[in-house]
């Protein structure tokens, strides 16, 4: 299982739900009885909370991420195919970024279609539609390069988005299969705060490819990783400087599929 650490939930999930319109058809005035598998530190399980007078349950494999989740919703350790309830025993089984680090989302959307007595919605990204457009000209190429390498050396699918979900809802026996859109934006710009400065840090050393180098070389041969690494670190050095004058912009879209279905 991939593990995940909760201030990259916390950073990556920002600003996510500002706008709710693309929740609509998770009905979360009428639910009763809603649970978030995957839940992590709670990011989505507290926006359910916000929006149903119901109970909310998060469920997560990773005890660790469960100890934040805690401290807002009640939590389950359990795994998401094997889950710890009798049949129906919730009207919403909800799950955000969860189906596109499992192996087999299908076998994962069987067993929630067992927990619901009427609805199953998964809210998951396509990682190989994200753009960035940035004041350093070499920013966008290069993250779409590095994403590419990502999508294609990562063991399971990453870029599933609405087309795959919604193959999994059908294969798992729902009905009504319906998707709706719904783009994340984050921007950077001054004033900029220590995360990010932190982040334009770790884009000079290119940390992140380096703790993904056993899922990057593959797609790319050694020596291809090496250049992509150099001129990471180079352009890392470019956010800096702008940084240091005020000048550096970014604004990323994380594309995200909201998909229903019912049992
Ligand atoms: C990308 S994170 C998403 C967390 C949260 N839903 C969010 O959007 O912020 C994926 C989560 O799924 C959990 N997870 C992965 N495999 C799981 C499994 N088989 N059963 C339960 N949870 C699992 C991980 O521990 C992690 O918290």
Redesign the pocket.
């Known amino acids: 299982?991939?593990?995940?650490s909760a201030d990259y939930?916390r950073r990556?999930?920002e600003g996510l739900w500002e706008s709710r319109e693309a929740l609509r058809d998770l009905e979360l005035d009428t639910r009763r009885r809603a649970l978030?598998?995957?839940?992590?530190?709670g990011?989505?399980t507290r926006v359910l909370a916000d929006e149903t007078s119901g109970e909310v349950v998060g469920?997560?494999?990773?005890r660790d991420?469960l100890t934040v989740a805690t401290e807002s919703v009640p939590v389950v350790a359990?795994?998401?195919?094997r889950l710890p309830f009798p049949d129906d025993s919730f009207d919403l089984v909800v799950?955000?970024?969860?189906l596109?680090?499992?192996p087999d989302p299908e076998r994962?959307v069987r067993e929630f279609a067992r927990v619901s007595s009427d609805l199953v919605a998964a809210?998951e990204p396509d990682n190989s539609s994200v753009s960035v457009e940035s004041t350093v000209s070499a920013e966008s190429d290069l993250s779409r390069r590095a994403r590419a390498a990502y999508v294609a050396g990562v063991d399971t699918n990453v870029a599933l988005g609405g087309g795959g979900t919604r193959e999994a809802f059908h294969a798992a026996g729902l009905d009504d299969v319906s998707t709706r859109t719904h783009h994340h934006a984050k921007t950077v710009e001054p004033p900029y705060s220590a995360r990010e400065l932190e982040a334009a840090r770790r884009k000079a050393t290119a940390g992140a490819l380096t703790d993904r180098r056993e899922t990057l070389v593959g797609p790319l041969a050694p020596d291809e990783y090496e250049r992509l690494r150099a001129d990471w670190r180079e352009m890392g050095r470019t956010v800096v400087d702008q940084m240091r004058a005020g000048e550096y912009r970014r604004a990323e879209v994380v594309p995200f599929y909201v998909t229903t279905g019912r049992v």
């Open positions: 299982m991939r593990a995940f939930l990556t999930r978030d598998i995957g839940c992590g530190t990011e989505l469920v997560d494999a990773d991420l359990g795994d998401a195919h799950c955000q970024a969860l596109i680090n499992l994962a809210i």
